[in-house]
């Protein structure tokens, strides 16, 4: 669901700051992770791929071929409030976009497009959470 979304968005967006240097991700781009959601955020920036790739690798959320590790990305979601009714959709959302996307070498670019994806699959599933959601659970985390 979205409220669960929202949980994990806040969560994740923590490590943004961390990944900054690395990632090349300007605050002009994305100033902060919860706009990832916004309807006028559109996610195409290559170093925003950079930047998601050095966020998971902080909860262990990827593989060395920097695709989903499915396992973590399970027991991750799950780790929320109600989160078990999102991890195995979440799960799923992500992999078949991982497919959509597997022919681009370059893991950042490869990466965007599937966040992209992912971003219009959970629109589509009606589980993309508001800014305000996110904004309202921010302070747990
Ligand atoms: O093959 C790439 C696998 C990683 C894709 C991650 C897509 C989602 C990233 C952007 C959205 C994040 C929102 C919530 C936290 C997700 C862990």
Redesign the pocket.
Known sequence: TAEV?SH??AH?GKSLEECREESGLSPEVLEEFKN?WSEDFEVVHRELGCA?ICM?NKFS??QDD???HHDN?HD?VKSFPQGDVLSEKMVQL?HSC?KVHDDIEDDCS??VK??AC??ESCKKEGIAPEVAMIEAVMEKY
Do not use: D, G, H, Q
Request: proline share 0%; charged share 20%.
């Open positions: 979304m994990v968005t994740f990832f998601i998971s959320l990827m920097a695709r989903m990305m991750y992500i991982e490869r990466v599937v966040a992912f971003k």
